[in-house]
């Protein structure tokens, strides 16, 4: 008996490919399948050899021009795969090889071959997942090649692709935690100095328009725009655009307030300025359609000065910007699961984007051609995303059901016995009493000392909670200097009287929740700053009125003024600074409002901020006041502002206020 032969790579490797060369003429695969079976050693010294000539022929074809070869032998890798002849992941990595390798117009021709066979990428065979992870890898890597606004449409075929391909559940598609793509800046000129559009009216006015005979007839010229395009109008609409880039912005306050300003201008621009619905609008979209029909559109407009009163008057950059207002409310209205907890809206941004989107909406209406079909249209298409986002936030349950099975009769578990419930005779007792047993005679005794047990729990005597008066009567005798307790023998140093106090406030007194900007180094100074102000509150018997702090008895010795000018005004006393009372005041002063800021004892760096944040000096205002508020809380009042202005100089803009 001859031993059996041992198995060379290099003999296998030339017959492997001599037979795959054949198979891509003859457009058969049988000479691999007989070159697999008819070579010497195992499985997969044969499987790896088939491999590396299975590679080296598409190499050769990759560089020859001929395109149909290349797909031909996809299709031999196709089957090589199904009849277990190569390895698992040969087809998709030496076609994401071929992608790779050639140029954009020929891949296109290629991925329209897999396009054609997702059918045989879904099946059990390919559909693993090692291999669609390598088919996930190849889009990408096809798209990090392709422009998205040179090929819009090829990133769109392999978008859709993949969500043909992969379930509707694929984590990597869902993008879960609401993540924005931060890389897509819209770049424009941000120096007035550089701006042309002063200089196009001027030419405008001056030498005017001459238009030649025959260039342009009255029918084909555009509406020009009534709107007068200043730097300021360009500048605020295209800096829109960061905020539709990075929709968190809007939950900062001096952002929001930026924001609120320029769309409040946009949109008056955009109401003021409305399109007709003319024969050339119709004429110029059958003039943007190609011979076969499709449709020219562009991903992303210019940001040149030059096309700005352009843009005003084309419809699909108005839809576009309008409906931009109308994805980023639904994002700051809707509930998302990764969303921060401070990223939460105030009343009056609610109010405010409630009113603009019905203002949209109405632009969108007026919008032609076919306005209220495309304004019915797109909100159909936000319904069907608040869906989503409910679907995303739940975790992404599976659309498959289980189904129902039944039970056969053989598998039904037997049913057990069930124990008969007590009758009332069973625990009722015996006579006109009806008294229930309770199993023995204590319990029995307890639970029929009433007849009615929820109101014995409601009964005045089961109230066991002290009230504050009776609680704090020793603390407040103590805190009265003429008692001259000293501290170490107050009840408030005692920590169980101090645990205990707290439980009380927190029930009974609501300076337990006021927010406070003190700080207190223990609890014996925090509840001797509450027992002052339950002294001032509580009942004339109690001596309260003796209590006096030194903050007291400084405003006694010099506040005298004080008290006569709000006497005479008391719309300046204790009272929180309205917003109508700020824009009143941040319109007096003007660029005046760093001499302001001083008083207020603002910060360097927040001074900063406030500039970089608006070039409108009322606007960086009444951010000065927005913040001055914050940071204050509730000592924010309008007595505290009239002392900073009067200290500032600004005595006339008191003035106007306490006439008001």
Known sequence: MSPPSLFDFTEARDKFTAATKSAVDIRSCKPLTNAFSHLPGNETEKKATLDQALRGVLEEQIVSPQLLLCIISCFALIYCFRKGICSATTPFLLLGDVLDCLPLDQCDKIFSFVEENVSTWKSNTFYSAGKNYLLRIMC?????????????????????????????????????????????????????????????????????????????????????????????????????????????????????????????????????????????????????????????????????????????????????????YLILFQYLKGQVKFKSSSCVLNDDQSLWIEDTTKLVHQLLRETPPDGDKFASMFEHILNTEENWNSWKNEGCPSFVKESCVSLRPAETKPIRPSRKRQAPEDFLGKGPDRKILMGNDELSRLWNLNPDNMEACKSDSREFMPSLEDFFEDAIEQADPSNMVEDEYKVVRNSNYGWRALRLLSRRSPHFFQPTNQQFKSLADYLENMVIKLAKELPKDLPSEEIKTSEEDDDEENGDNLLKESNDSPSIQSKAVTNSQMDEIAAKLGSQWKTLADHLEMSEKEIHVIESDSEDVELQAKMLLVAWQDREGPQATMESLVTALNSAGFSNITEGLSET
């Not at 007709?276 to 000065?305: C, I, N, P, W």
């Open 140 to 324: 990408w890597n096809l798209l990090r090649r392709l422009s998205k606004s040179q090929n819009t449409v090829f990133c769109g075929r392999i978008q859709l692709f993949l969500a043909r391909f992969f379930p509707l559940s694929e984590k990597s598609g869902l993008n879960l935690q609401s993540q924005f793509n931060l890389d897509n800046i819209t770049v424009f000129n941000k120096n007035e100095q550089d701006s042309t559009l002063g200089l196009q009216l001027t030419e405008v006015k001056e030498e005017g328009m001459e238009v030649e005979e025959g260039e342009m007839g009255d029918e084909d010229a555009p509406a020009p725009c009534s709107i007068p395009i200043d730097y300021n109008l360009y500048r605020k609409f295209w800096t829109l655009q960061d905020y539709f880039r990075n929709p968190v912005q809007c939950y900062d306050k001096f952002s929001w307030m930026t924001f609120l300003k320029y769309s409040d201008e946009t949109l008056a621009v955009f109401k003021s300025f409305k399109l007709d619905d003319m024969q050339a609008s119709k004429r110029k979209l059958e003039e943007m359609r190609t011979a076969a029909g499709d449709h020219v559109y562009f991903a992303k407009f210019l940001t040149s000065e030059k096309l700005m009163d352009l843009q005003l008057s084309d419809s699909n950059f108005r839809r576009h910007s309008l409906l931009q």
